[in-house]
C-alpha cells in the first residue's frame, strides 16, 4: 500500500442526525469507518465491488454503495445508516412490512435492501412490480428469492400513496 | 405415531399456522450480531497469503518485509501451525475405498489449488495485515496440475497425490436387476449427456470466526458462523489437542449459509491454532475473492444417462454414468464423495421401475475441493432423471404429464424400497402432480403456449418430480465414524414469571428455526409463542445435537422440542394440581393460564405458580417434584431417510436471435409432511428454487486449463437479481411421517432440488420444435444458441 492511502484526513460530518468529526487514513472505505470507527454495524461489507448492495447506506439523500466511497469523501455530507434510520421511524412501515412478509432470511443484505427500497419509495407514486425488482437488482439477496421482498415493498408503497389521498 | 394437530380449533393451536419470527425485528433494525460485528479486548487480525499456483512445491517462505509492516506482529508457516495443529483425512468408514491424503490447516511443502493457504499474517487490523500478507516472499516450483476430470484418470494425466497411488478417490457402482438385458430387448431407449456447472453458495455474510484462547481458564471459545456448533468443537478439540469440554463454539447470527457453513476449512481452524499459539482473540473474515476461490464449490459432474420404456411410455430401466472432480482433497469431516454417492441413490427416484445401474466416479484435480452444498447431488440426479423421462416421452409422443402419471410411485403403494434400495415411508407424487396441473392450469398454459407461437414466439414448459433426502439418522455419517450428531436435544424450562426459556441444538441461519420452535414449545406448554425465548447457537448452554443442516431442523429439532415442551406441560400440571387439590389430568394450561381442561376455566396463572415454586416451595407438600425444567432428545430411528417428494413446473420463452431465457412463472407442489409454519416453509421453498434457477440460467465457475479461477468476484459469477427472477406459486400436499409425534419432515432444499430440471425441460421443451436441445447447465445464451445450430465454431 502506497503512503498516500495510510495518509490521515480530518473529516467532519453528520452520521445519524449526530455530529462526527474524525481523522481516518485516506483509504478507508465509508462502509469500514462507519463499522468499525462508529460501531455502527448495520451496514454489512460483502462482495467489496459495489455489486451486491449489502452495504448500502443514504448519503446526502442518495443510496450510495459504503464500499465504493471512502470516507474522505464523506467530509461535509449527511450519512443515514440503518441504526439512524431505524431511530427516526422512517422506515418503520417497511421493516413492519419486512417482518410481516418473512422478506429477510439471514438478515445480512437488509439493511442495505431497506435503504434501496426506501430510495425508491421516497421518489413517489406505487411503482409496479417489475420496477421494484428493477430497482433492487443491485441488492442481491440469497436467502429469499426476491418475492417476499418485492411482496413487502408493494404493499408499502401502496400503503403509502393510500394513506397520502386519504 | 402423529399428534393430531389437524384440528385448528384445539387449545394452544400454534402447530400449523404462520407466526412470525422473534428474531426478524432485530434484524430489520440493523442489530443483528454477526461475527464480524463482534470486537474484542486485544483482538488481532488474520489474513492468509494463498498460493497463486494451482499446483506447486513450496521452497521457501521469506517474511521479512512483512514483519516491518507497522502493526504486523507475527507470520505463521504451515510448519508453525503444523506444531499445534494436527492434520486430518476426509474420508468416511462407510464410503468404501474413499481416500484422501492428510490436509494441513497450512500448506506445509506443497499447494494444490489457487487459493489453498502458504502463510498466515497476524496485525492489529486487518488492513495491516492484508499489507503485510502482499510482503510476504513465496518462492514455488510449479508442477504439473491436473485440472480436466475426464482426464484425470488417464495413464498420461499426472498423479496429484502421489502416496494415493492414482487420482480415483472413490468409486461406487449399485446394479439392480438386469440392466443390459432389458436395455437390449426395451421397445425405446433414449440417452444423453448431462452437465451441471461448478458454482458455489455465495453466502452474502463471507466465512467468519473468531477465536480466543484463554491459557488461565483453559478454555478455547470460538465464535463461528457455522451450521453445526457441536461438530466444530469436536474438530477444534481434537485437532488442536483440547479436552473436548474446554472448547466452546458459539454461533449468532449469520448470514447465509446453504451448506457452505457446514465444513471444515483449514483456514478457519489455522485461525484457532494461532489464538492458541497467542492467547489472543483472532478474528478471520474471509474477503470475497477467498469465498470464490475457497468456500467449498459442488455441483462438478458430467453424466451419461439412459432410459429404457416399452410402448406404453412405462420407465423399465435406468443406467446412469456420472464423473464428478472434487479438487484436491476431500473436504473434512463430511468428505466429498456424498455428492456423487447421492446422485447414484436418487436418479429415478420418483419413479416405480426394476432394473437400475448407477456408478459415480470422483476424481482429485487441483481445483478448489467440492462438498455439500444444499440439496447435495439432488439437482444432477434430478436433471438427468427429468430430462431422460422427457426426452422418452418426446420420442413416444406423448405428454410429458402422462408419462410421469404412468410410472410414479402410486401415492398408495408405501412403504416401498426403490430399485437405489432406498426406504420410502409415505409419499404423495401423484396428488402432488395433480395439484401442480390444476394450480399451473396445465392446459390453459398449452393453450397460451400455442398462441404464442403463432405469434413466433418461442414458448417451453418444465416439469419436474423429485425426492428429497430429510431428517437423516446416524445412517448418513454416524455409521462412517464421524463425530456428528443425528440426535438433537431441546431443555425447555418455566422460569418464575411463567415465562419460558427453550435452548434447542438445532441452529439459526435465517430459515426460521427459532419461530419453528417458539410455535411447537408455545403448543406443547400452552404459553403464547411470544412467551418462549430461544436459546440456540452455544455448545455450552445448549443440549448435544447436531445443528442445522440436510434439512433435519424442524423433523429433528421440532420433534426434540415437542417432547421436552410436553414434559414441562406434565411437570406443571402436577405442581399445580397439588396446589390446585385436584388431579393434573382434570387441567390444562391454556395461553400461560392453568385451566380446568373441561370447560377451560381459568384457575392460576403460570406466574402464580412460579412464585410459589421459587420463592414458597415451602408451602408445598414435601417431596412433590418441581422440576421446572425438562430435557428431551430425538433421533430417528426407523428409517435412515425421511424422504419428501415434489413437483415444480417452470415457463419460459426463450430468444431464438439472442439465446436469452426469460423465466415466465415457476410452480412448486411439495410434501414435507407436517407443514410448522406455512409462511417460513413457502420462502424456504421459494429461495430453494431461486439457488436452483441461478444453477440453471447463471452461475458456472469458470478456471483455464492451468487451474486459475477465472471469475473470482460477483461482477463476473452471476447470481440471480431481483429483475430476472420470476413470481413462484407454492403449495403443499402433507404427508406427515408417521416416525414423530410432530410429523414433519425437511423442506429447506426441495426448491433446489428440482427447479434447474424444470427449467431445462421448459427450455427443451421451447426447443424440440426448432430442432434443438441443452443439456449442459448453466442454459447461457452461447450455450442456447449452440443447442439451436446457430452457433457452432
Known sequence: MTATFTDRIDIALTVNGEEVEARVPAGRHLVDFLRLDLGLTGAHASCEHGVCGACTVRVDGQAVRGCLMLAAQADGADVWTIEGLSDNGSVSDLQAAFVARNALQCGFCTPGMLVAAADLLDAGGAPDRATIREHLSGNYCRCTGYEAIVDAIESVARARTDGGAA | MNSPFGNPNRPNSYIGKTVPRPNAKRLVQGRGQYVDDMVLPRMVHVVFVRCPHAHAKITGIDATGALAVKGVLRVFTGADIAAVCTPWVGTLAHLKGLKSPPEHAIATDRACWVGEPVAAVVATSRAAAEDGAALVDVDYETLAEVTDMMTALDQATPVLHPEMGDNLAFQRRHDEGDVDAVFAAAHTVVEAHFQTGRHTGVTLEPRSILVDWNPGEGQMIAWHATQAPHMIQVVLAQHLDLPESRVRVVCGDVGGSYGIKVHIYPDEIATAAIAKIMARPVKFIADRLESFTTDIHARDHEIWGRIAVDKDGKILAFDIDDWTAIGA???????????????????????????????????????????????????????????????????????????????????????????????????????????????????????????????????????????????????????????????????????????????????????????MLSQIVAEGVGVLPSEVRIITGDTQSTPYGGGTWASRGAGIGGEAALQAARALRGAILEVAGAMLQCAPDTLDIRDGAVVDKADGADRMPLGELGRIVYFRGDTLPKGLPRELVQTRHYTPADYPFAFTNGVQASYVEVDTDTGAVKLLNHWCVEDCGRVINPQLVDEQIRGGIVQGLGAALFEELHYDAEGQLLNGSMADYLVPMAGEMPDMIIAHIETPTLESDLGAKGAGEAGTAGAAAAVMNAINDALRPLGGEVTAMPFTPERVLRGLGKLTD
Do not use: W
Not at chain 2, 339 to 365: H, I, M, S, W
Not at chain 2, 388 to 396: G, S, T, Y
Not at chain 2, 447 to 465: C, E
Not at chain 2, 480 to 509: F, H, K, L, N, Y
Open chain 2, 329 to 515: 482433497y476431500s473436504v473434512y469431516p463430511r468428505t466429498s464423495a456424498i455428492e456423487g454417492n447421492q446422485v447414484v441413490n436418487l436418479c429415478g427416484g420418483p419413479y416405480d421401475f426394476k432394473d437400475y445401474r448407477a456408478k459415480t466416479t470422483v476424481v482429485f484435480q487441483n481445483k478448489t475441493p467440492t462438498s455439500q452444498y444444499r440439496a447435495v447431488g439432488h439437482p444432477i440426479a434430478v436433471t438427468v432423471t427429468e430430462g431422460l423421462v422427457d426426452m422418452a416421452a418426446a420420442k413416444l409422443g406423448l405428454d410429458p404429464v402422462e408419462i410421469r402419471r404412468r410410472n410414479l410411485f402410486a401415492d398408495d403403494a408405501y412403504p416401498v424400497v426403490s430399485p437405489a434400495k432406498l426406504r420410502f415411508e409415505g409419499l404423495s407424487h401423484h396428488a402432488s402432480l395433480d395439484k401442480l396441473i390444476a394450480l399451473m392450469d396445465y392446459d390453459a398454459l398449452r393453450a397460451d403456449q400455442a398462441d404464442a407461437k403463432s405469434r413466433g414466439v418461442v414458448r417451453g414448459i418444465g416439469i419436474a418430480s423429485f425426492i428429497e433426502l430429510t431428517n437423516p439418522s446416524p445412517f448418513m455419517y454416524g455409521i462412517g465414524g464421524a463425530r456428528i450428531s443425528a440426535q438433537d436435544g431441546c431443555t425447555v424450562r418455566m422460569d418464575p414469571d411463567g415465562s419460558i426459556v427453550a435452548a434447542s441444538s438445532v441452529t439459526e441461519q435465517g430459515q426460521g428455526t427459532e419461530a
